[in-house]
């Protein structure tokens, strides 16, 4: 048994954490790559994973473990009418409405029956094995470790193993031929249960509360209200970290399941090591070195630091990690009887559920920006502060005197520093924020004053501006956090996604349709419309990606222009003269088509356009679904013969250029490249931003003056492999030291 019952949760485990990664991939080129897709999965598992708990709570407890078993051989073979798992034909997300309850119903008609029987093995299995009569049945507890280990191998398995080997198509029945191995061994698992002469005693102690080897555990007391509590707490709280932390990654540098899989990946473990059998990582520990990491991912947030990526990632990650442990181990520690073994999973799986619905849906609705990541930050250190076993809520004065002024102090300092406007100077920032930290860890000792001293760190940081100017406006969709900014010397407006600039306007009269950041007449985009000028009076321009507008000011008299957005927040800014004129004063006959850019132009004309330009971003990065083999026949078969591609491959973290060669190559493409990195302090004065830019076209000599402009390099493929919808992989082109 201590075989077939681990070997079981594991591979059901690893099932339902392999699927997640494999369906958000097959999802993402429907809806622009937004890593809204990713949380809102997650939350959608969550939830079922909640209804499976519940579903092997009231079965055990209604029908006994026999009979429970008896339908469960029944019911895992309905997946089977699932298989293989797939998105149907002609799903299309609407344009217009926010897409989640779309995705949510997509998910649940083609995933919901596969998740759900699986999600159920796990405490099935565990209540099942518990009314055996094995020496270790009395805490099968330390089979929830094992389903935990299956679910890490799962996740890390698809970004490492499935994704960059095998196409979408092949995962899926690799999947399905896993889940025949996982009603076999399920199958097994019953005839244990039916053979086992403990069954029925088990059976007859669910009233009385005992079991015939039973030893004895932490807390094995009644179930009460606080430790109901206590336990969806702890499970909130880490749901709701890693969900940020996700976001967080997803945004700054790519959308893809590795990303996706790495907060996940540390959140199943530390499932692991605290319902270990044996304590490898002492919660004591753990809470003792939570303010050493708590603080100083407070300030990373507060400063908004993206730089140098590794440390910064790093960062995240070892907070989320030790935050988990100590919240989990909240948890683990007051484990009940196995008795309420279903019980207890079914609230612990209902905190999980929650703080997912706190960041997938709730947080976008009540926060203009990502403020649920420190909020969750300040509720990880009062969970602290709940009382235990026996304990009663205790508190002084001080616990609450002290944090307010500890904030007084702090919003003092910024504000007087940042009237000397000195506020993005580090010396300036470790006066501001290095004393009150200080201040703030001299209170970790008592866990309710450290809370609320760290919560009023946060809440006094919203005072920083970074000298970079004010807000005008903060609006937060599905897709992400708009910003409009105005600098802190009134020139220009800039439109920012997360933290990336994704556009600036000049608020001279005089400069007003003049394009800016990486738009510049001076840059690669200005370059090529000055080489074509000969050739573009009646030219049909499609732009994929309507950031501010900048591009629409290349417009001229006798061109069609046209702008798909899979953003309406975005079109609402950009058509907003309140904020930005490129559309209502420099070029009005623009037309802009709402909804995901290939599903869109999908839907034109053969042969309809004379350029193609690719400058979709979802913050930092450009979602992959528009850079595939697939991606790339579409453009073709849309453009003229003559008719041009060029893509915006600008990235801190990526490194598209062997993407966009090899792409060229497979398709018999001429590319060339022209990085324009380094510039001038005049030319960042003027409000120009380092690009980088590559053009294809199906002829050498479409590409005009071009070809002999030194700048332009023309790029080879390397022979490697090629993106498609069914296989991509970051690992190639990521830039470890950018």
Same mark, same amino acid.
């Not at 009134?490 to 349709?513: A, F, I, M, V, W």
């Given at each position: ?41 997650? !939350? ?19 029908? &006994? ?20 798992? =797939? ?30 029987? !699986? ?169 003792? #070195? ?98 235990? $076993? ?5 508190? $002084? ?7 307010? =002024? ?81 600098? @802190? ?9 997360? &933290? ?46 309507? =950031?501010?507008?900048? #591009? ?5 008299? &006798? ?25 209502? $004063? ?26 193609? !330009? ?30 041009? #591609? ?33 510039? @001038? ?13 590559? #053009? ?43």
């Amino acid at each position: 048994m201590l075989t077939l019952y681990p070997v079981t949760l594991f591979l059901s485990a690893a099932l339902m954490f392999l699927v997640q990664p494999m369906f958000g991939k097959m999802a993402l080129p429907l809806l622009g790559g937004s890593p809204a897709v990713w949380n809102t999965q997650v !939350v959608f598992c969550q939830g079922v994973l909640l209804f499976g708990y519940l579903y092997a709570h009231l079965t055990s407890r209604w029908l &006994g473990i026999r009979r429970q078993a008896l339908i469960q051989c029944f019911i895992i073979f309905l997946p089977l009418l699932f298989l293989p798992i =797939g998105i149907p034909q002609g799903q299309i997300p609407p344009g217009e409405v926010n897409p989640i309850f779309w995705l949510l119903s997509l998910l649940l008609v083609t995933l919901g029956l596969p998740f759900f029987v !699986v999600a159920t093995i796990s405490p099935m299995l565990q209540k099942w094995f518990s009314a055996t009569r094995h020496p270790k049945a009395g805490d099968p507890y330390f089979l929830y470790a094992a389903s935990n280990a299956g679910s890490l191998v799962g996740l890390l398995g698809y970004p490492l193993l499935l994704e960059p080997y095998l196409h979408l198509q092949d995962q899926t029945w690799v999947w399905g031929v896993g889940y025949g191995f996982l009603i076999v061994l399920t199958l097994a698992c019953a005839l244990t249960v039916w053979r086992s002469s403990g069954s029925s005693t088990q059976d007859r102690s669910e009233s009385t509360g005992t079991h015939p080897t039973e030893p004895s555990l932490e807390n094995p007391g009644p179930v009460t209200f606080a430790r109901l509590i206590r336990w969806i707490l702890g499970a909130f709280v880490p749901s709701s970290l890693m969900l940020s932390v996700t976001t967080y990654l997803s945004t700054n540098i790519a959308p893809v399941p590795l990303l996706w899989v790495l907060p996940l990946s540390i959140y199943l473990l530390t499932f692991i090591l605290v319902f270990a059998r044996r304590t490898l990582v002492p919660h004591s520990f753990m809470v003792r #070195i939570f303010p050493m990491v708590a603080l100083p991912v407070s300030m990373v947030i507060i400063l908004q630091a993206t730089q140098p990526i590794g440390l910064m990632v790093v960062i995240h990650l070892i907070s989320l990690f030790v935050i988990a442990m100590v919240c989990h181990g909240v948890v683990a520690n007051d484990r009940p009887a196995t008795t309420h073994l279903t019980e207890f999973y079914l609230w612990v799986s209902l905190g999980g559920v929650l703080g997912g619905i706190f960041n997938a849906f709730l947080a976008p609705v009540l926060f203009s920006s990502l403020l649920e990541y420190p909020l969750v930050l300040v509720a990880s250190a009062l969970l602290l502060a709940w009382p235990g $076993k026996g304990q009663h809520f205790s508190y $002084k004065w001080f616990d609450f005197a002290f944090p307010a =002024g500890l904030g007084v102090l702090a919003a003092g300092l910024i504000l007087g520093v940042e009237n000397f406007q000195w506020a993005a100077h580090p010396l300036s920032q470790a006066v501001m924020f290095g004393v009150p930290a200080i201040l703030c860890y001299s209170f970790s000792t008592r866990p309710l004053r450290f809370g609320l001293g760290l919560g009023a760190l946060l809440l006094a940081s919203s005072f920083y501006t970074q000298g970079a100017g004010s807000v005008l406006h903060r609006q937060r969709t599905f897709f992400g956090v708009h910003s409009i900014l105005v600098d @802190s010397q009134e020139r220009y407006h800039l439109l920012s996604h997360g &933290g990336t600039l994704h556009g600036r306007q000049s608020l001279d009269p005089s400069r007003e349709c003049e394009p800016l950041t990486y738009y510049h007449t001076t840059g690669p985009l200005g370059q090529l419309f000055a080489a074509l000028e000969g050739r573009t009076a009646q030219w049909r321009v499609a732009a994929v990606g309507l =950031g501010a507008g900048s #591009i629409a000011s290349y417009r001229r008299p &006798g061109q069609e222009w046209t702008f798909y957005e899979v953003d309406p927040t975005v079109v609402q800014l950009a058509r907003d003269p309140r904020f930005f004129t490129y559309l209502s $004063k420099c070029s009005t006959d623009i037309e802009v088509v709402l909804g995901d850019a290939r599903l869109s132009l999908a839907r034109e004309p053969s042969n309809q356009f004379d350029l193609l !330009v690719l400058d979709a971003y979802n913050s930092d990065s450009v979602p992959i679904h528009l850079m595939t083999q697939e991606a790339l026949q579409l453009y073709l078969d849309k453009i003229t013969d003559r008719g041009l #591609i060029i893509f915006h491959i600008s990235n801190q973290y990526l490194d598209l250029t062997p993407v966009v060669a090899n792409l060229a190559q497979d398709l018999g493409l001429v590319c060339f490249l022209k990085n324009d990195l380094f510039l @001038s302090e005049q030319e960042r004065l003027l409000g120009k931003e380092p690009s980088q830019w590559a #053009i294809m076209a199906r002829h050498l000599e479409d590409l005009g003056d071009l070809i002999d402009d030194p700048g332009w390099q023309r790029l080879e493929g390397s022979g490697g492999p090629v993106w498609t919808d069914s296989y991509s992989s970051i690992f190639r082109v990521l830039k470890w030291n950018p």
